[in-house]
């Protein structure tokens, strides 16, 4: 099979993030709002977690988010793994003792090792994002959960579009300044893809407000966030295109002296196979028909609808 494309730099994102953990706690706003839902549905299953993972743990906000949760007394030993050194050593306050250098890409956990794999926004880094999911449910024992978050394909749309068309304005083209993001239908393929069994995806739009294009860009050099294409225009931005992008901005995304910026959260639920788990019935196979079960009348529709008039033209 031919190798997947590299569309990240990771050598480039270790070193963003490298840069980025002094100041991380500054710009963790996302990050909280995802441990804290991923706490949150930890908290509705009631089952123990004796060795979970964490891969992207960055500065420990899901440790954190699980220690005020009812979860916590459920989850055993918990690993934080970062391709970032400096991020795990960023917040030690209140962080597990067993921390690991680990690249998302190539996990250094065996088979059936793991009950329990958290990722939270650091899954949209991955240059072979299937891949990465067939090791984490590799790594699971059967009927292991994992719980994943990365940023959608809505995220910085904004940023975007503003940075292209002040670019192409003013310049012979415009480069690749903000990365892809997949899209959240696609999310519950990749988990089927992977071999995950009951899939679950839910997407949160969060909608942020700036008083300034430019405060947008230093929190994302602050998550450690920035740039890091493979294909990435290597000519930075002059400061002629930077003020034109940022003046479409104002325009276009701009209300009451502020630009507003979205981000899209897409949380994934899957589990590793078990003999045990529900499994959907063959289409055909019912033996009880749904007017039956729900004690009505059964009526034959129109397929158009009972009162709507054919279409005139073809």
């Given at each position: ?13 270790r ?5 980025a953990?002094?100041?991380?706690a500054a710009?963790d ?7 804290e ?12 977690f ?9 500065d ?7 220690a ?7 989850v ?24 690991i250098?680990a ?12 009950d ?5 926004l ?11 999911l067939?090791?984490i449910r590799r790594s ?10 990365f940023?959608?394909?809505?995220t910085?749309?904004e940023l975007?579009?503003s940075l292209i ?23 519950a393929?990749?988990?089927?893809r ?5 899939p ?5 739009r ?25 294909d990435?225009?290597r000519?930075?931005?002059?400061r002629?295109?930077?003020a034109?992008?940022?003046?479409i ?18 949380s994934?639920?899957g589990?590793?196979p078990?003999a045990s ?8 196979s ?5 007017a039956?079960?729900?004690g009505?009348?059964?009526?034959r ?14």
């Amino acid at each position: 099979m031919d190798a997947p494309p590299l569309l990240f730099d990771r050598s480039l994102l270790r070193q963003r993030l490298n840069r980025a953990a002094p100041r991380i706690a500054a710009a963790d706003f996302l990050r909280r709002r995802a441990a804290e839902d991923a706490a949150d549905r930890l908290s509705a299953i009631l089952r123990d977690f004796p060795v979970a993972l964490e891969l992207g743990a960055r500065d420990g906000a899901f440790a954190r988010a699980l220690a005020d949760s009812p979860a916590a007394e459920r989850v055993g030993l918990l690993i934080e793994a970062d391709v970032s050194e400096r991020m795990l050593h960023s917040n030690p306050a209140g962080r597990t003792r067993l921390q690991i250098v680990a690249d998302e890409e190539r996990l250094p956990i065996g088979e059936e090792k793991l009950d329990l794999v958290v990722s939270l926004l650091a899954l949209h880094w991955i240059n072979d994002l299937p891949g990465a999911l067939v090791q984490i449910r590799r790594s699971l024992r059967p009927d292991g959960l994992f719980l994943g978050a990365f940023l959608g394909g809505a995220t910085l749309t904004e940023l975007r579009q503003s940075l292209i068309e002040a670019e192409a304005e003013l310049s012979s083209g415009a480069g690749l300044r903000v990365s892809p993001f997949a899209d959240g239908p696609d999310a519950a393929g990749l988990l089927q893809r992977a071999g995950f069994a009951l899939p679950v995806v839910d997407v949160d739009r969060v909608t942020v407000r700036y008083e300034h294009p430019l405060r947008l860009l230093q929190d994302l050099r602050a998550m450690g966030e920035t740039n890091a294409l493979v294909d990435r225009a290597r000519t930075p931005l002059t400061r002629k295109v930077l003020a034109r992008a940022f003046e479409i901005y104002q325009e276009r995304f701009g209300q009451d002296g502020k630009v507003t910026a979205t981000f899209e959260i897409v949380s994934v639920t899957g589990w590793a196979p078990h003999a045990s788990q529900q499994v959907p019935l063959r289409p055909g196979s019912a033996k009880v028909r749904l007017a039956d079960a729900l004690g009505v009348a059964e009526h034959r529709l129109s397929p158009f609808g009972d009162d709507a008039e054919l279409p005139r033209d073809r």
